[in-house]
T-cell receptor, first 114, second 110 residues
Framework: DVKVTQSSRYLVKRTGEKVFLECVQD?????MFWYRQDPGLGLRLIYFSYDVKMKEKGDIPEGYSVSREKKERFSLILESASTNQTSMYLC?????????????FGSGTQLSVL | EDKVVQSPLSLVVHEGDTVTLNCSYE??????LLWYKQEKKAPTFLFML????IEKKSGRLSSILDKKELFSILNITATQTGDSAIYLCARGGGADGLTFGKGTHLIIQP
């Protein structure tokens, strides 16, 4: 069965801390995505990657960076966390070609920045 | 301006009712329209629509796409409390994954 695993379900951090959110998929998918989900705003794309060591900015990349050193792992980094980054973060992956739009999601990380 | 607009944003019905959720989208670079169900955790895939007028069905859920009028509907018949969830509509196309609507929060009362 398809599996996208996010390392933490809940995370509490302080303003200014460096935060790493990890995501691993076991489906050998080329494509991986990071979204954040906020009430009233829906899911918004932060960064995505179509290959190892490759990254592209989404709609709201400011304050975030990503790392993809291995195909199965896509990390989201908050260099200096701020309170407006309190949110639910969802990782997703998809197969290449015609399957690329069928995303498989992880269970999400609820991040609170105090 | 939102590229994907869902309506209603929230809906409360009684068990056994039929509901229709709406999703309109921008046509630019359109390739597909997807529906997801989100309970407390990960959104789970329901349907992917690429052709106009062809209904997709899964049990009590069905969906159809109208590429002329740029909208899709998701129907749920004989609703059950387990159908309570946020239903997400997303547009595929362009180079950057899916663009999501804000979702419809559906509550089914016993």
């Amino acid at each position: 069965d398809v599996k996208v695993t996010q390392s933490s379900r809940y995370l509490v951090k302080r303003t200014g801390e460096k935060v790493f959110l990890e995501c691993v998929q076991d489906m050998d998918h080329e494509n991986m995505f990071w979204y954040r989900q906020d009430p009233g705003l829906g899911l918004r794309l932060i960064y995505f990657s179509y290959d190892v060591k490759m990254k592209e900015k989404g709609d709201i990349p400011e304050g975030y960076s990503v790392s993809r050193e291995k195909k199965e792992r896509f990390s989201l980094i908050l260099e200096s966390a701020s309170t407006n980054q309190t949110s639910m973060y969802l990782c997703a992956s998809s197969a290449p070609g015609t399957g690329r739009e069928k995303l498989f999601f992880g269970s999400g990380t609820q991040l609170s920045v105090l | 301006e939102d590229k994907v607009v869902q309506s209603p944003l929230s809906l409360v019905v009684h068990e056994g009712d039929t509901v229709t959720l709406n999703c309109s989208y921008e046509v630019t670079n359109f390739r597909s329209l997807l529906w997801y169900k989100q309970e407390k955790k990960a959104p789970t895939f329901l349907f992917m629509l690429t052709s106009s007028g062809i209904e997709k069905k899964s049990g009590r859920l069905s969906s159809i796409l109208d590429k002329k009028e740029l909208f899709s509907i998701l129907n749920i018949t004989a609703t059950q409390t387990g159908d309570s969830a946020i239903y997400l509509c997303a547009r595929g196309g362009g180079a950057d994954g899916l663009t999501f609507g804000k979702g419809t929060h559906l509550i089914i009362q016993p």
